[in-house]
């Protein structure tokens, strides 16, 4: 007659494997070890002494994804069960993350504030994260995660986006409207606005609050055929034509103040040397000769900049800029010249 028998082996809180133990009467017994179902091909290393079943450590905790190891000299057997090892992983991980942002801490407003543009504009979803307030962070977390951490679209895209105001709201407090320009392989597809308030805690800036107000895209847009026969269009690479390096730009801007100088201010460092207006077929416009440095001042770039500026729908507070720049070395008369005749086949659609 056979007896069998059914027992666990606990190491911890964590059941290793079943132990099925068949006897028979003069005959021995055999002991198999069955661990999910699979048996363990153990052999006689499994043994019944006394009432207890004795089998390898390792080949039992390592069927279950546990790491062993043995200390010496504690003179012990080590075993780390897999929730542990991940455990330490998801610890490490975190800490890792706490540095990061860390990193990103924002000593102002404006420093807050422009890493978080970046991150919409570069489809960033971490660097947003790292300067939201906790409260906000809490309430966007499952957004984010569900994203993979990458927000926005593919089209149309964060071309450029510029810090509008800053208003001081008290109680270490600050409202700061970010104004974004996307795009599209076609060029320029309109406006975006958003008011972000802007708080200090814990001797950094982080984000408390952030309010869109997305404008529908722009319809106008603008080409130049040049005399060769090449279309060049908003957003295209530069073109060269008669010693010119052509390239072509929408942007907007307030209806109040120095027009070109704020299509200027999108690309840092550059400067109005002069400036006038002149008559085109397409209308009347601005031209400027506009100077960029490098950082330490010791790279110069020199442009004929011409910008038509036009309504923008539905916001009578902007204006579009429609710009057709020329970079040239060399004599700028000449170059002036040369774009004011390539610029008599300049098309503007508003």
Known sequence: MHVLKKRSILIGTTLLASVLVAGSAGAGQWIQLVVDGKPLALGDQVQMQNGTVTAPVRAVAESLGANVTWDGGQQAVLLTSPQAQQNAELTALREQVQQLHRTFAAESARQAVDTYA????????????????????????????????????????????????????????????????????????????????VQEQDEKWVIMSIANDVKPPATATHSLKLPNGTVLRDGDAPTEYQNLQLSMRTNSVDATGDLLQQVVDFYPLGRILQQEQVNLPSGVATLGLVEYRGIEGDHIQRYWWLSSFRNYPNRPDKQLAFSLRAQFTGDSATAKQQLLTTAQSWNLQD
């Open 118 to 197: 970046r991150g919409v504009q570069t489809r960033n979803g971490a660097l947003q994260y790292a300067v939201l307030a906790p409260t906000l962070q809490k309430a966007m977390y499952a957004e984010f995660a569900t994203s993979q951490w990458v927000t926005g679209t593919s089209s149309p895209w964060v071309r450029e986006y510029k810090l509008l105001s800053e208003q001081d709201m008290g109680n270490n407090t600050r409202e700061v409207h970010v104004q974004w320009e996307y795009a599209t392989s076609s060029g320029f597809a309109g406006l975006g606005l958003t008011k972000l308030r």
